[in-house]
């Protein structure tokens, strides 16, 4: 199916490669794009241009721009584009599914984003560009009130913990191919958007291969012609 014209102008975060996009935020917002068949003129954007943001409001991606409008973002960009598209697939299956895409946003945020960072993190660090690390060591270690490197000490020890916090949606994948049911949707964009984070960043490998949840993210990464799969990763853009 032909994608849209004009494209839709999604601002991105960006590694020291402007094409390794890494942030989990933004992967949602991608996956959700796609999902939509739109097309997006993708601008890389870095923690040390706040002021290229300006016209949004705000200083933080993602950030869509569409025939005008102007959302930041994730979940608010699902929603418009919900709205904005209806003649689309829907990103949600109906109005009902809403709430519970709601639910499972927040879980990847305030769960399973924590888990992951506290494996990554460092990886994160060292895939920026070199204006972008001051700012990041600085807020990252007031958040978390310790060195960067005192947050992924013990990598067995948090890949556990990970493991841990992945149990429900384990237990979900055992019975259906994905998070919404027999196809993709916003909810499984949320939760998939942080496995590409840990992806683009990091040779660490989350999951075991007999994993239910590692069957879902070989689907996902496969999905829209392989969006995820032929992502830039970090470890691919040094020599």
Known sequence: ???????????????????????????????????????????????????????????LVPVLVDKGNIISDSWRIALYLEERYPERPSLFGDAVAIPIASFVNRWSDNTLGPAIIRVILLDIYDCLHEGDREYFRSSR????????????????ARVAELQRVLQPLR??????????????AYSDYCVFGMFMWARCCSSIELLTTDD??????????????????????AR????
């Open 1 to 59: 199916m032909q994608t849209s014209s004009p494209k839709v102008v999604l601002y991105e975060l960006a590694g020291a490669d402007p094409e390794l996009c890494f942030s989990p935020h933004c992967w949602k917002t991608r996956m959700a794009v796609a999902h939509k068949l739109l097309e997006a003129e993708r601008v890389p954007w870095r923690f040390a241009e706040r002021d290229r943001l300006a016209f949004s409001g705000q200083a």
């Open 141 to 156: 270690e007031k958040r978390f009130g310790m060195a960067l490197e005192d947050v992924v000490a013990d990598p067995p």
């Open 171 to 184: 237990h979900l994948l055992k019975d259906q191919q994905f998070i919404s049911g027999a196809a993709p």
């Open 212 to 233: 239910p949840v590692h069957y879902w993210r070989e689907r996902m990464l496969d999905a829209f012609g392989g969006l995820g799969r032929s992502a830039l990763i």
């Open 236 to 239: 691919q853009s040094v020599d």
